[in-house]
């Protein structure tokens, strides 16, 4: 079945550094990419997404980009600021299953 | 317009015994989602739906039951509770075409 996994786990970064985050997926038939964002006791919420069609988004500060040969995909987030820190989750959808699976989570700390 | 809604927010069981979490949307979206949260940890699937009367186990089924008669509610059903079964659980929904999981706020669940 579809596995993803997602690197660091961990991520502290100087406010107005750049972070990147890094997933890879296991089954080649996924084709939707979201990225979640948790801030501590609260409800995951979408914050970009790609398709297997698209090599890449970008939505103000942040963007995905999607390596389908390699079956990898990143979040870049650009001029971090204190209100970024969370946990961030990549996910990935379709082929046969349609489910959604998430991979284990990024902790990012942006120091000011 | 409510999104997905999750009762109860919070519950305690003590082992042996048996609930029903509660998850409704009104978004008139096809798939429906049950994920646990453990402390520290990221989002495990328990259960799917693509739609009305259509279920499938996710990646830790164990110890749970689904059923989605309606289009609006996917109850997540727990037998003969566990303390391993202590987590978050959080409930989602989305359309089959965009893809955009939203998610309810959870339900924080104590065995004991």
């Known amino acids: 079945g579809e596995n993803v996994e997602q690197h660091p786990s961990t991520l502290s970064v100087q406010e107005g550094d750049s972070a990147v985050i890094k997933c890879t997926y296991s089954d080649s038939a996924s084709n939707y990419f979201p990225w979640y964002k948790q801030e501590l006791g609260k409800r995951p919420q979408l914050i970009i997404d790609i398709r297997s069609n698209v090599g890449e988004k970008k939505d103000q500060r942040i963007a995905v980009t999607l390596n389908k040969t390699a079956k990898h995909f990143s979040l870049h987030i650009t001029e971090t600021q204190p209100e970024d820190s969370a946990v961030y989750f990549c996910?990935?959808?379709?082929?046969?299953?349609?489910?959604?699976?998430f991979g284990t989570g990024t902790l990012l700390a942006v120091q000011p | 317009n409510a999104g997905v809604t999750q009762t109860p927010k919070f519950r305690i069981l003590k082992i042996g015994q048996s609930m029903t979490l509660q998850c409704a949307q009104d978004m008139n979206h096809n798939y429906m989602y049950w994920y646990r949260q453990d402390p520290g940890m990221g989002l495990k699937l328990i259960y799917y739906s693509v739609g009305a009367g259509i279920t499938d186990k996710g990646e830790v089924p164990n110890g749970y039951n689904v059923s989605r008669s309606t289009t609006e509610d996917f109850p997540l059903r727990l037998e003969l509770a566990a303390p391993s079964q202590t987590s978050v659980y959080f409930c989602a929904s989305s359309r089959v075409d965009l893809g955009q999981a939203h998610f309810g706020n959870g339900t924080r669940l104590t065995v004991t």
């Open positions: 996910a990935g959808a379709g082929g046969a299953t349609n489910k959604l699976i």
